[in-house]
């Protein structure tokens, strides 16, 4: 088994946490991407607590819409995500992690992304890395 990619904390500077623009509900959209392949990943929620944690640990950390609660990506599945960077936007109002994927992949169903479903296909791509 090879070993776990290196946990590396990311600077946090105020001044940039200052300038991340949370919408109503206290969350801001987090777009995950591959740094290897640049494939996307997944789309996620954050709220201040759980970018602050992300940026600490070097791992991304999520807000589960669904449970009300806080949730570091693989602690369950095994398929954690090692943030290499991180970005906002220009408005301030979505993230963007560059991770080395740990595991399967990031989709909840098993898939490598969760963006596998093309419009105007009968089914699914099966195996394909996504979007770049």
């Known amino acids: 088994m090879a070993d776990a990619p ?7 500077r105020v001044q940039d ?21 640049r494939a996307v990943l997944m789309m996620a929620w954050m709220n201040a607590e759980t970018l ?31 943030i290499r960077s991180a970005w906002f936007d220009c408005d301030g109002d979505t993230l963007l992690f560059l991770v080395e994927q740990e595991g ?11 963006f596998f479903r093309p419009f105007g296909a009968d089914e699914q791509v ?3 890395p996504g979007p770049t």
């Open 17 to 37: 946490l200052e300038k991340v623009r949370y919408n109503e509900d206290g969350l801001v959209a987090a777009i995950v991407q591959d740094v290897e392949t």
């Open 104 to 114: 399967g992949g990031a989709c909840h169903t098993g898939s490598y992304t969760c």
């Open 52 to 82: 602050q944690m992300s940026l600490e640990q070097g791992r991304t950390v999520f807000w589960s819409r669904s449970r009300q609660e806080v949730w570091r990506k693989g602690d369950t599945s095994g398929d954690r995500q090692f």
């Open 6 to 12: 290196a946990v590396t904390p990311v600077e946090i």
């Open 126 to 128: 099966a195996g394909r």
